[in-house]
């Protein structure tokens, strides 16, 4: 805390001036552990070169199942399996992360307090509904597709987002608010100037738990006909063709392991540490 009152403070080291500010800026925001993102960003790459090798996947699957006709999904590429599925992931969090940040920052100003229990029974409802459910109810009223998936991820992951944004800004010392007033910041300053940047660790956290629950939750949009991974799982399971159900699977499995450690890297940006 005494850093953080220490950059705050009129008396504190001198800023640079004119153009060397941005630079610093900048320079600080720099990842400090290249090896890391390096890394991260070559098992990305390589995960998408494997997803579009189809030949690849059929000898892997062939080596585990020699007796199967059939190894691979033959409907669509898993390229294109996972492109389905990353929108699916994309949407649901996108809105998550648009209504549950704000929602999260309207509870912890003093104004909005007294909606601190609502929204968090809400954000808690949304979870301990199954996704299925809200498939079934949401069809007759969406239709078949995406919308219906997209909503029930929505719904699913809203709690991990609002929860950290609401213990991130709420651990952020009175002492540090109040000297940032008493430099003459406004409201809405210190919120996105102190309070936000130094809640963004625990609120990238549970941005990052939402959206890896999100992939895993997404193949349950395969019986809608929402597309993704689950579309192989599902017709695995519905031909007895465990070749189908693995592909899928594993698929999924390393989507949300590369994607966990590319919000990882982004979680320690944010926070200096990367």
Known sequence: MSEELEALEPGGPPSP???????????????????????????????????????LWRAALGLLFPGSSELVYPRASLAALVGEHLFLVGASSALAIGIGLPLGVLVTRRSGRAFLPLVNDLSSLGQTVPPVAVLALSVPLLGFGSAPTVLALFLYSLLPIVRNTIAGLDQVSADVIEAA??????????????????????????????????????????????????????????????????????????????????????????????
């Open 17 to 55: 001036r004119g153009g060397a500010a941005p630079a610093l800026a900048l320079a600080r925001r720099l990842p400090r552990s290249p090896l890391k993102w390096v890394l991260t960003l070559f098992a990305a790459l390589l995960f998408g070169l494997v997803v579009s090798n189809m030949p």
């Open 181 to 274: 007033r008493g430099m003459g910041m406004t409201s809405v300053q210190c919120l996105f100037r102190v309070e936000l940047p130094l809640a963004m660790r625990v609120i990238m956290a549970g941005v990052r738990t939402s959206v890896v629950i999100n992939i895993g939750t997404a193949v349950v949009g395969a019986v809608v006909g929402a597309g993704g991974l689950g579309t192989a799982i599902i017709a695995g399971l519905v031909r007895e063709n465990s070749a189908f159900v693995l592909e899928g699977a594993v698929a999924a499995g390393l989507l949300a392991l590369i994607v966990d450690q590319l919000l990882a890297r982004v979680e320690e940006l944010l926070a200096g540490e990367g």
